[in-house]
């Protein structure tokens, strides 16, 4: 016991370090106390109080979370960070952190999702920052060395590999060996080496053209990956709780699943209606510049024509060349920008249509069918 304390008081109060330790001691007891607490509320235990709900309102412990936040956070700087109150304020500051990370997948989807498969991103949140904050008080430097005036760049050249390979390891889709890589710098850098999972972002980025690669991931995570997944849900089922087992009859099965189809079909009316703009711009500039010009180059004038006559084809359009009446000066360039500009801006648009019956017009456009011969009626 006496090792312990003489321990604490040279690497701990010494090393100016109680506030932070005093904050990661806040941060794992009320994330204990509060998992504790909602499963015994969730097994209906008589001599446990259950949830805050004055006047029938459900009161979070995100709330009371975030109290304990502005508290501890207000009052350092009130304080200026004085002995004894920043002891005091960072272990209040970690009380808040737990309260409020663990409902941390509810503030991610904006719903009550704390006993669902997706809930089990809180405890991965409160993993990561018990992690992180466990690393600063060990020191910038893994597994607690202390760095001299010569081997000081070397552990820096250490920890910068270190923190490459463990967003290497993330991107491959294995959080637990990078999370577990920030305290043993080896582990994250067998992860960055080995085959990425087939589902993470590195397999959908340079797996894409590799399909012997592809199935050797997928091959590794039917072998490996679902026996450590098992794993990984037997420890989460023990420390938060397993999920309840929604059906697919279920209201909240059905909720989700709307919101999903309306957000999918949202995405794709805009894009079907991006593109029809495009479609619709570039048929209106074919049909301005089939109208202004002939294909010997010069434009067309109105008068008569072996179709009918080119007034009548102009008339159709608004004027003798099909650009509007005699005030347009723009021609089929200035149309086209003005139309380019209305599509951008998110306008709608109406186009004239030639009118049933109508003769075709007396030219068109060289691009467009140069060498076919109209055949006489």
């Not at 207000?74 to 808040?96: E, N, Q, R, S």
């Not at 990984?232 to 397993?242: H, S």
Request: with cysteine.
């Amino acid at each position: 016991m006496t090792t312990l304390l003489d321990g604490y008081r040279e690497h701990i109060v010494l090393a100016h370090k109680q506030p932070l330790f005093l904050l990661l001691v806040g941060f794992i007891t009320s994330f204990v106390f509060i998992r504790f607490s909602v499963r015994m509320i969730r097994a209906q235990v008589r001599w446990w109080p259950g949830n805050v709900t004055p006047g029938g309102l459900h009161i979070h412990h995100m709330v009371f979370g975030l109290g304990f936040l502005l508290v501890g956070g207000i009052g350092v700087f009130a304080t200026y960070g004085g002995h004894p109150w920043i002891d005091l304020f960072g272990l209040l500051f970690g009380i808040g952190c737990g309260l409020v990370l663990d409902e941390f997948a509810l503030i991610l989807h904006l719903d009550d999702v704390y006993w669902s498969e997706q809930g089990r991103k809180s405890v991965d949140a409160v993993i990561f920052g018990i992690l992180f904050t466990g690393l600063l008080l060990v020191g910038y430097v893994p597994l607690g060395a202390e760095p001299t005036g010569e081997t000081r760049w070397g552990l820096v050249t250490v920890i910068s590999v270190n923190a490459l390979a463990m967003v290497v390891t993330l991107l491959k889709g294995k959080m637990w060996t990078g999370l577990l890589g920030i305290m043993v710098p080896g582990l994250s850098w067998v992860g960055a080496i080995r085959l990425a999972r087939p589902s993470s972002p590195w397999a959908r980025w340079r797996y894409a053209g590799r399909p012997r690669r592809r199935a050797r991931a997928l091959r590794r995570e039917r072998r490996l990956h679902r026996r450590a997944d098992i794993a990984r849900t037997w420890l989460f089922d023990l420390i938060a709780g397993a999920p309840d087992k929604v059906s697919a009859n279920h209201p909240a099965a059905h909720r989700v699943a709307e919101r999903m189809a309306a957000r999918a079909s949202a995405h794709l009316d805009a894009h079907a209606a991006r593109a029809l703009a495009r479609r619709s711009a570039r048929l209106a500039d074919r049909r301005s510049a089939a109208g202004g010009e002939h294909p010997s180059g010069s434009h067309r004038t109105s008068g008569a024509n072996g179709n009918g006559g080119g007034a009548g084809n102009g008339a159709a359009y608004g004027g003798p060349n099909g650009y509007g009446g005699p005030g347009d000066q723009e021609g089929p360039r200035g149309g086209s920008q003005r139309r380019r500009r209305t599509v951008r801006a998110g306008r709608g648009r109406t186009y004239a249509v030639r009118p049933t019956g109508q003769p075709l017009r007396p030219g068109r456009h060289r691009w467009l069918r140069p060498r076919t011969r109209r055949m006489s009626r």
